[in-house]
């Protein structure tokens, strides 16, 4: 299933708001309304509008025959805002360059050409201009362009239209005489699934009768043969690709699904009729322009560079960061998909899988600040390298790295509590009031179970436990269940079963399975002198309103606010209005059905001396078609 785009205003959280006519000059401002208004009023999510911010940028060019640096500056300001969001729009590339041409010259707008293919290296359009730009203006550096044409030809040169790209290259080699290389171009051209292999064959079959001296490795007619078998086969989704550039509007439907069974055909037609690995990337990173901001086209691409093309760990990354810095906030399968990658790679860059861990994670948490895995994986990792232990270490240097990575911990968490945080340390960066019982939980963890210290742990449990962030945190009262079990505490453990719903806010799951396994290992551990003992030491009202560990427990079971007693508060005569009898039974499926309010069950006979007795006559009558209702509870199977 394809994920759809999400909305725009989610691609602008990531950018700082600023005015770039900020400190304009008044009558400028008045004189050049249409402008202000056109920036002030901008909506990103239109392209109507964008188009006339860019007009009127353009009207101020014309305007101004030699504009002030401030307005120059303000110009480049609003072009650069417009870009930073959109840096695939490569028609706004082209008419910054423009505008970079009239207001500083030719090198400024080279330079902005670059800049452009920095940002959206896989744009044929821009290639094609950059290079038509230097041949016609620094003919005299051929091998600089020639390195640029060979650039051009890893990036772009296996586009499905990238005929433009290789008329040029071929015109640049032939007007050097450079035979060998355009020998080498031809033999690449053949083999490479094109829009226009066959021209580019027939060229070959000329140049080879031309220049006698150069042969072919391979017989040219077989080649070009088998590059038309490859074409056929891609046409059919070539043919259907109506929208091949970057759009702020979501992609349709048809193209979505062309691009998904296009790739699908790649991936299993592969090795079977030999196409080349690098058109099959190609038409990734194209399918990648169109649906840019659709995460499942990512981890598709992402699939084939680790399985099949087996990219280096650094490629990866680069790929991996990309990726992340132009798919929408919302996006959490394809950053937690990198983590993933970070963590299986670990070892053959621990340093460097540290670092981008670390940002990757301090940025996956403030986007899903609920997500409290994120800062476990990360203590995993950050204990893994900074504070490792081995089998080679002595007893003492082992135990000093427990003690610093536990006051690491502590640390962390003393600095939010206190509100001091060390916005240097990633760790204390991170925490938040949903992930912090999380950290708690380590350092319990490393004093209970590493330091063997009991007394100090408890009183970790003892201080955080009052604080109101653990209330909900399953991770923090689970350790302490298993802590208390631990030290068959039966005392504290039957605080803890009475005090779940009540003062202690679990998911009903989460509850419902602590006390099966609470009843089980009462049963299994504790004796009836144990148990008087425990009854014996409640005050006066928890006897009467605590519950019985054997007896009770269960009936908290998809009621965590249960509690022994409750029915002798509850008004008997009403009881068809509660939730046990609307249940009826049936936990989470509630049935408001009519009643019979003149019952006579509970009635004595001779009430009813020698009369009939009456008609019943009922309640809720209106609601005896009515549906049941849903709750979210545990169902007992």
């Not at 080699?173 to 490479?192: D, F, M, P, Q, R």
């Not at 292999?197 to 042969?215: C, I, M, N, Q, W």
């Not at 046409?235 to 048809?254: C, D, H, L, M, Y």
Request: net charge neutral.
């Amino acid at each position: 299933m394809i994920q759809k785009e999400s909305s725009s205003d989610e691609l602008s959280t990531s950018l700082d708001s600023h005015d770039a006519l900020e400190g304009l000059d008044p009558t400028f401002l008045k004189e050049n309304a249409e402008l202000m208004d056109s920036y002030r009023n901008i909506r990103w999510d239109s392209v109507q509008s964008l188009n006339g911010l860019v007009g009127c940028v353009e009207k101020t060019v014309l305007k101004y025959k030699n504009p002030n640096d401030s307005i120059k500056r303000v110009i480049e300001k609003i072009y650069r805002e417009l870009l930073e969001r959109y840096p695939l729009l490569f028609g706004y590339w082209k008419r910054f360059t423009a505008v970079q041409y009239q207001l500083y010259g030719l090198e400024r707008s080279i330079g902005t050409l670059a800049e452009a293919l920095e940002s959206f290296p896989n744009s044929l359009e821009l290639w094609c201009d950059y290079l038509n730009v230097l041949c016609v203006n620094s003919a005299d550096k051929v091998e600089m362009i020639r390195e640029k044409f060979l650039m051009a030809k890893d990036r772009i040169g296996y586009h499905f239209l990238s005929d433009p790209f290789w008329d040029k290259y071929i015109e640049f080699e032939t007007k050097h005489e450079e035979w060998g290389n355009l020998n080498s171009i031809y033999a690449e051209l053949v083999c490479i699934p094109l829009h226009q292999y066959a021209r580019y064959g027939t060229a070959y079959r000329k140049f080879l009768a031309d220049h006698v001296e150069f042969s072919a490795e391979k017989n040219v007619d077989v080649e070009i043969r088998k590059t038309h078998g490859l074409v056929t086969g891609v046409w059919t989704f070539e043919s259907r690709i109506k929208q091949g550039f970057f759009n702020i509007t979501p992609v349709s439907e048809e193209e979505l699904a062309n691009w998904d069974r296009y790739l699908t055909y790649l991936e299993q037609n592969e090795a079977a009729k030999s196409l080349p690995t690098r058109f099959i990337e190609c038409v990734f990173q194209r399918c990648l322009v169109p649906c840019l901001h659709y995460e499942h086209f990512w981890i598709r691409y992402h699939n084939w560079l680790e399985v099949v093309k087996q990219c280096d760990l650094l490629s990866l990354i680069d790929s991996y960061q990309q990726g992340i810095s132009r798919l929408p906030p919302s996006c959490k399968q394809f950053r937690y998909r990198f983590l993933d990658f970070l963590k299986k790679n670990y070892r053959k860059d621990k340093e460097l899988i540290l670092l981008i861990f670390t940002q990757t994670t301090a940025a996956c948490i403030k986007l899903f600040p609920n997500e409290t895995f994120l800062i476990l994986e990360y203590l995993v990792l950050l204990k893994r390298t900074r504070f490792a232990s081995s089998i080679k270490q002595d007893e003492r240097e082992i135990y000093a790295q427990q003690i610093r990575y536990e006051q690491e911990l502590q640390s962390a968490v003393s600095s939010y509590l206190n509100g001091t945080v060390d916005k240097g340390n990633p760790l204390h960066d991170m925490i938040n009031d949903v992930n912090l019982p999380i950290v708690v939980v380590e350092l319990i963890k490393v004093t209970w179970l590493t330091f063997k210290n009991s007394m100090q742990t408890r009183k970790y449990f003892n201080f955080y436990g009052k604080n109101r962030l653990f209330r909900s945190s399953t991770a923090f009262w689970l350790t302490y269940y298993k802590f208390e079990k631990s030290n068959q505490n039966f005392a504290k453990l039957n605080k803890f079963i009475n005090d779940l719903g009540t003062e202690i806010n679990l998911p009903v799951t989460i509850i419902n399975d602590i006390l099966r396994d609470y009843s089980s290992f009462y049963l299994a551990n504790s004796n009836a002198g144990m148990y008087q003992k425990v009854r014996d030491t409640d005050e006066a009202y928890n006897k009467l309103y605590s519950v019985d560990p054997i007896l009770l427990s269960q009936l908290k079971i998809n009621d965590p606010q249960w509690f022994p007693g409750w029915s002798q508060n509850s008004n008997i005569i009403e009881w068809y209005k509660s939730k046990q009898f609307k249940e009826n039974g049936h936990p989470g499926i509630l049935n408001d059905k009519p009643q019979i309010s003149n019952t006579i069950i509970e009635l004595s006979s001779r009430s009813q001396g020698n009369r009939r007795p009456p008609l019943p006559s009922f309640k809720n009558l209106e609601k005896i078609n009515q549906q049941p209702k849903y709750e979210h509870s545990e169902l007992s199977l």
